[in-house]
């Protein structure tokens, strides 16, 4: 699937950044809940260290992934998706080809 | 200083063990109420990464630092005094050539 070589208009860059802040504040969001209740949790280092290696691979999956490029963005998009941060509906003014492109790299 | 060739009499390594124990069982309950303290109040990502960070430190450093070796022990004690999680009474019955040399050493 090509996807690197499609162009984007003013609007669908527009909404594209904002459908992939949203996805963003709502990952975080989930996140510092997340640590929050299992920092509560916490008896023993075991725990501790865990929460370590949590954030750690957290920290390197976020950074990794919102590294806004166009050249990658369907491919974000798509994965937004399936882990639930995004949905199609924040997407609505994109052009029906992106749509169905992102659509279709959700079910692979 | 010689520290490190000295003997240790079967009630000396056990006194040491139990010291060595205790200071471990109060830097750990105390990092793990800081850690939960903090949790509470993350509010954004960088004070994820924050505790990230402070967890991969005190990682690092407990790890090295609570690695029982009788030719190291008394610089680790020293250490334990000074960070406030071994008191030299902990240490009573260890033999006063010990124990001078680990107050000298906090001192340091």
Do not use: C
């Not at 162009?7 to 504040?25: L, N, P, S």
């Not at 370590?52 to 166009?70: E, T």
């Amino acid at each position: 699937m090509q996807a690197n070589d499609i162009g984007w208009t003013k609007t669908e860059e527009q909404i594209a950044q904002q459908a992939f802040k949203q996805a963003y504040e709502r990952e975080i969001k989930d996140l510092i809940q997340t640590v929050r209740e299992s920092a509560g949790q916490i008896a023993k280092l075991d725990d501790l260290w865990r929460l370590n290696d949590f954030l750690s691979a957290k920290r390197h999956h976020i950074d990794g992934k919102y590294d806004y490029s166009d050249s990658t963005l369907l491919f974000v998009f798509a994965q937004l998706i399936q882990e639930g941060w995004l949905y199609l509906d924040d997407l609505e003014g994109l052009s029906k080809d992106k749509l169905t492109k992102i659509s279709a790299l959700t079910r692979m």
